[in-house]
């Protein structure tokens, strides 16, 4: 084998390596990375690390950008276009940022919620946008959205079974230790997912924010493994999911930098020093069970593409480009 390339590149605040292995007779140019190439011959066979998977959770994007565009936006027909144009436009910026080698774009569709069995009151505090005018409903730009996204050339699934957070989980479980991964996404179940090779992105233009292991150590004092521990402690008001009274943060972080995981707090809730944090756990343990179900994520569903479909090369468009391109401007 003739093993190519070892590089860094500073690109905007990441670190990129790529690396490609190839016969000696094959073209490296067919690879779909940007890579420079140091020959050492060795014997083997075609093969390609890739560089960086942008993931983007489309449903919290579009009503990020639906909710935070300064004003109601209509083209000249009269159509409101705010929330999609919003949307391509952090999309494009995300993509600028991170420089990925492949994309996807995934949405939540609307069926039963299997997490539903564990907790009937999970997500129950969400808004049930089929009885919401169109014009506060951020889904009816969605047909325009998934244009646009056709138009730049990037895979996009809707899930039909699972939740957006199933797909994420195991494309980042099963491709994490082979590339780079970035989710896009302000939901924080994500945070357990981060490692070397996975972060989150939590776009907020100028303010983007890329967490961690640091960052999740020094906002909560945990390691992004114990984060669905940690949740399943205090709970999480977004999802309507009930932690164990008198545990916030800070007990959180003490508890499982004493005990590790929950399931050792639990098995070890008689030896918590404070009589009013042991109550609560003793007291709770079912609910924290079911808590730990529902929040930890796991590569548990089939994906909607192959890693090797969602290869993408960014062509310098602009977001008026990509509306042309769909007929809203």
Not at 16 to 30: C, D, L, M, Q, T
Not at 93 to 106: A, D, G, N, Q, S
Not at 269 to 274: D, S
Request: net charge neutral; proline share 4%.
């Amino acid at each position: 084998m003739i093993l190519k390339s070892v590089i860094f590149l500073e690109t905007k605040g990441f670190v990129a390596v790529y690396r490609a292995w190839y016969k000696g007779e094959e073209n490296p140019k067919s690879a779909p990375l940007r890579c420079m190439l140091i020959e050492e011959k060795n014997g083997g066979k075609l093969e390609y690390m890739i560089n960086r998977l942008l993931i983007v959770d489309g449903s919290n994007l579009l009503f990020q950008m639906f909710f935070g565009m300064p004003a109601r936006i209509v083209n000249k027909q009269g159509k409101p276009i705010h929330g999609t144009l919003g949307f391509v436009g952090a999309l494009l910026k995300i993509i600028r940022k991170t420089e990925p080698t492949h994309v996807v774009v995934l949405f939540d569709g609307e069926h039963e919620n299997a997490r539903l069995k564990l907790n009937t009151d999970y997500k129950a505090n969400r808004q049930d946008y089929s009885k919401i005018p169109q014009e506060k409903n951020p889904f009816s730009q969605l047909p325009d959205v998934y244009a646009a996204l056709d138009y730049l050339g990037i895979k996009f699934a809707e899930t039909e079974i699972c939740e957006t957070d199933d797909w994420i989980a195991g494309y980042a479980l099963t491709y994490g230790q082979k590339t780079d991964i970035v989710i896009s996404s302000f939901d924080s179940d994500f945070f357990q997912l981060i490692t070397d090779k996975v972060s989150v992105l939590r776009y907020r233009g100028e303010r983007t924010v890329i967490c961690t292991p640091d960052f999740i150590k020094n906002k909560f004092g945990i390691t992004p493994s114990q984060y669905a521990d940690f949740k399943s402690l205090t709970g999480d008001t977004s999802d309507n999911i009930k932690g164990a009274d008198k545990v916030g943060p800070k007990t959180a972080a003490y508890l499982l930098e004493r005990f590790g995981t929950l399931e050792n707090i639990l098995a070890n809730a008689e030896k918590i020093e404070r009589p009013s944090i042991k109550n609560s756990i003793i007291g709770n343990m079912d609910r924290l069970k079911s808590n730990y179900k529902i929040i930890k994520l796991e590569n548990s569903t089939s994906l909607p593409f192959a890693l090797d479909s969602l290869v993408y090369r960014f062509e310098g468009l602009t977001t008026t480009d990509v509306l042309k391109g769909i007929g809203l401007y």
